[in-house]
């Protein structure tokens, strides 16, 4: 199994000055800490490149939000992996709740997406996850199911990372049981088996939807969870770190 990964996203939030907080975050992991556990912080596009520079003396790594499948192109306000590998990101998270919901994206453009960041040298963190909705229905194996099938390329453990967030639990204060969870990411590993083999079975697995530094060791314990997407909790360095520290 690989090094587990906690990524926190700040989605549309943070100005240079935020940037800090990478500081505060680096200082805060200590060798130990940094043997144990990835550390990444994903800031709004333009901020990538500041963030990259104030990273490099530290062990956090620097990811984008979002990427156009293509590289370069008459795509006006886009940002492709290959910008972003350039400003120094090592990768992107693509298929968020919010941009399918937001900006209509399905499994084809996610899955799009995540080829274009496996082209850039980028790690690609692909998210899944089901509705309140789809919950109370029973369906989220199903959902989950055919996300993972629909969203994810071929690409090896080192490449493709999947985040396991359902969408009733972002930015909620809700949290699913350990026991769904676990059950969500059993899942989601045996499709991973099937549909990418050996690499599949080393894929990380992140857990998301309001994780705090108060559940972060309970949620980080269940089999199969391999870390952990953060939104508002990333956005503070003591919060962050309060979760990344569930690794000590
Ligand atoms: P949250 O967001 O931690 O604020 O719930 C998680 C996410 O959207 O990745």
Known sequence: MQKPLVAGNWKMNGLAASLEQIDLIGAGIDDALRAQVDVMICPPSILVAQAVRKANESSVLIGGQDCHAMASGAHTGDVSAEMLKDAGASAVIVG???????????????????????????????????????????????IVGSQLAG??????????VIAYEPVWAIGTGLVPSVADVAE?????????????????????????????????????????????????????????????????
């Open 151 to 160: 969203s994810v390329p071929p690409g090896t453990a080192g490449q493709i």
């Open 184 to 248: 969500v990411h059993a899942f989601v590993r045996t499709q991973l088996e099937a549909s990418h083999g050996a690499e599949g079975a080393k894929m990380r697995i992140l857990y998301g939807g309001s994780v705090k530094s108060s559940n972060a060791r309970a949620l980080m314990s269940v089999p199969h969870v391999n870390g952990a997407l953060v939104g508002g909790a990333s956005l503070m360095a003591a919060d962050f770190l309060g979760i990344v520290g569930a690794y000590r």
């Open 96 to 142: 968020h709740s919010e941009r399918r919901a937001d900006h209509g994206e399905t499994d084809v453009v996610v899955k799009a997406k995540a080829e274009a960041a496996l082209r850039a040298g980028l790690i690609a963190i692909i998210c899944i996850g089901e509705t309140r909705a789809q919950r109370e229905a029973g369906s989220t194996l199903g």
